[in-house]
């Protein structure tokens, strides 16, 4: 149910709304069992200031590409909204006041085998958040994420193996906007090298290749990749290998 409900007051509306400054992010990552029925969103909203009227609310839903449905003499495709978690009401966000503000949420999911046509490597996520004021409300930010890029940024590998030679320090800070500073604690020599990967497991950035490191050293990320492009705001995963090890962080760059 749309209101305007003529496709040309809709898309007024719609420009409308977006000449109205956004002050707000929403970052995404999940993690889901290895059959993809089940596991956990995570949701990072940044707010820049005030967003607008409160209360907020906090939505997310399951959805499909594209499934077939059949009705009379029509075979059509639909983009079902399949469950919202935690349910339709969604989740009260509260923010403090003291901005920038970063909130996180991880919200559990379960899919139903009994769902029409369900394929559970078609499911993204849909998640926004928005002012509720009766019948006036307001989206203020939006994202989606496919299930199938979950598991590709981990706060702590799994298995998680320690070397007893080298470890990620705390990064700080994190989020950050324009540069992160990440530590690397050496307890005795070893060639290590350091990368930053996108949700799609894709190198973007080597920091450090395949040098000798004999004490804790300090590098930096300036949110750039490798051609000297700035990255999109998002969630990054910073890895460290070598000696057949490897420690990894997540690392959220915000605007």
């Given at each position: 149910?749309?209101?305007p409900?003529?496709?040309t007051a809709?898309?007024?509306?719609?420009?409308?709304?977006?000449?109205?400054?956004?002050?707000?992010?929403?970052?995404?990552q999940?993690?889901a069992?290895?059959?993809?029925?089940?596991?956990?969103?995570?949701?990072?909203?940044?707010?820049?200031?005030?967003?607008?009227?409160?209360?907020?609310?906090?939505?997310?839903?399951?959805?499909?590409?594209?499934?077939?449905?059949?009705?009379?003499?029509?075979?059509?495709f639909?983009?079902p909204?399949?469950?919202?978690?935690?349910?339709?009401?969604?989740?009260?966000?509260?923010?403090?006041?003291?901005?920038?503000?970063?909130?996180?949420?991880?919200?559990?999911?379960?899919?139903?085998?009994?769902?029409?046509?369900?394929?559970?490597?078609?499911?993204?996520?849909?998640?926004?958040?928005?002012?509720?004021?009766?019948?006036?409300?307001?989206?203020?930010q939006?994202?989606?994420?496919?299930?199938?890029?979950?598991?590709s940024v981990?706060?702590?590998?799994?298995?998680v193996?320690?070397?007893?030679?080298?470890?990620?320090g705390?990064?700080?800070?994190?989020?950050?906007?324009?540069?992160?500073?990440?530590?690397?604690?050496?307890?005795?020599?070893?060639?290590?090298?350091l990368?930053?990967?996108?949700?799609?497991?894709?190198?973007?950035?080597?920091?450090?290749?395949?040098?000798?490191?004999?004490?804790?050293?300090?590098?930096?990320w300036?949110?750039?990749?490798?051609?000297?492009?700035?990255?999109?705001?998002g969630?990054?995963?910073?890895?460290?290998?070598?000696?057949?090890?490897?420690?990894?962080?997540?690392?959220?760059?915000?605007?």
């Amino acid at each position: 149910m749309f209101a305007p409900t003529s496709s040309t007051a809709l898309n007024t509306a719609y420009a409308t709304a977006m000449t109205i400054p956004c002050h707000v992010e929403i970052l995404l990552q999940g993690t889901a069992e290895p059959d993809l029925m089940s596991g956990t969103l995570g949701i990072t909203i940044i707010a820049e200031q005030e967003p607008g009227a409160s209360p907020y609310y906090l939505h997310a839903a399951a959805c499909s590409h594209l499934v077939p449905y059949s009705y009379s003499y029509f075979s059509e495709f639909h983009y079902p909204l399949r469950k919202m978690y935690p349910n339709y009401n969604g989740t009260l966000v509260t923010f403090s006041g003291v901005y920038p503000e970063t909130l996180q949420y991880n919200i559990p999911f379960s899919l139903s085998a009994s769902w029409w046509h369900l394929e559970p490597d078609d499911i993204y996520f849909a998640v926004w958040l928005q002012t509720n004021k009766g019948t006036d409300k307001q989206i203020h930010q939006s994202e989606n994420i496919e299930i199938t890029v979950f598991n590709s940024v981990e706060e702590t590998p799994s298995p998680v193996v320690s070397s007893g030679v080298f470890a990620l320090g705390a990064v700080y800070p994190n989020p950050f906007s324009d540069v992160s500073f990440i530590p690397v604690l050496v307890e005795k020599p070893a060639v290590i090298s350091l990368k930053i990967f996108d949700l799609t497991g894709r190198a973007v950035r080597d920091l450090f290749s395949e040098s000798l490191v004999e004490n804790d050293i300090v590098l930096f990320w300036d949110g750039k990749d490798d051609s000297g492009a700035e990255m999109n705001a998002g969630i990054y995963r910073i890895q460290l290998t070598g000696d057949g090890f490897r420690d990894s962080k997540t690392i959220i760059k915000i605007r």
